[in-house]
């Protein structure tokens, strides 16, 4: 099978980091493309021919022969969870369908919690869920997203670095970070977290955490995605199992 080796430039958000490794893609015709992110762009150049991968990804050539990645429009949709008859807004970023809004489901197994136990906060924020309860939440035709699928959106939005501003919204927040664009759709607000069993709430408007469904190495814990008000980072971090986190579903 040919291999091609292209070079991935660092110019805008739109393009690979370059500390991501070297990715391999499948192009229609069955060609391999190795793509290495290791090179720096000073200037933009003309961008005048491009390829699409397999899953319909596209890359674009410029004039001085190096390469970007060009993000698909983000699609909005809807979804009903005929649990509670209740609509949610959806995105389509790349390849993955997600819940473009908290999950604002009570289950019967586990623990859920309103911020401060007030139903109010519901509407705006979700509910938040201990981890028994994150693995059942999700309605049909939806799961809890693996810390894979997470990482997968990352890369998608330019890496873990700057996909918090594409994925926050600028309203319901403390403060908005300069670079929050909600470029994604995918809709976050800062709806705070709860401590372990016991434990308080905390940090509304300020920061928000997610469950994924992957185990840490530690039997106690698991790994969530934590975005705060200040930065447009995307925290990797590991939870207690008893803490109350937000959700966010992954179409099957």
């Excluded at 969870?81 to 586990?110: C, H, P």
């Excluded at 997968?152 to 919204?169: E, H, N, R, S, T």
């Excluded at 670079?179 to 705070?192: C, E, K, P, Y």
């Amino acid at each position: 099978m040919k291999k091609i080796v292209l070079l991935i430039g660092v110019f805008s958000v739109f393009f690979l980091q370059s500390s991501m490794a070297q990715k391999e893609l499948k192009l229609k015709d069955g060609t391999t493309v190795l793509l290495n992110p290791d090179s720096t762009w000073s200037y933009k150049p003309v961008y005048d021919q491009e390829i699409k991968t397999a899953t319909g990804e596209v890359y674009k050539i410029g004039s001085n022969g190096k390469w970007i990645f060009v993000p698909a429009a983000p699609i909005a949709g809807k979804m009903t969870d005929t649990r509670k008859t209740k609509s949610y807004k959806t995105v389509k970023i790349g390849t993955q369908t997600w819940m473009a809004e908290n999950l604002a489901f009570k289950t019967a197994k586990g623990k859920t919690w309103a911020f401060n136990d007030d139903e109010k906060n519901v509407a705006k924020y979700g509910y938040l869920y201990d981890y028994e309860a994150a693995l059942i939440a999700c309605p049909t035709g939806y799961r809890l997203p693996s810390e894979e699928d997470w990482n997968k959106l990352f890369d998608y939005l330019g890496g873990p670095q700057i996909a918090g501003g594409k994925m926050k919204v600028k309203d319901g927040w403390e403060e908005a970070n300069p670079n929050t664009s909600n470029w994604s759709g995918f809709s976050i607000v800062g709806a705070g977290f709860k401590h372990g069993e016991g434990g308080g709430f905390d940090n509304l408007t300020t920061s928000v955490a997610y469950w994924s469904s992957t185990p840490s190495s530690d039997p106690e814990k698991v790994v969530g995605f934590n975005f705060a008000f200040h930065t447009e980072l995307a925290f990797r971090n590991e939870y207690k199992k008893d803490m109350g986190l937000s959700i966010r579903c992954i179409k099957k």
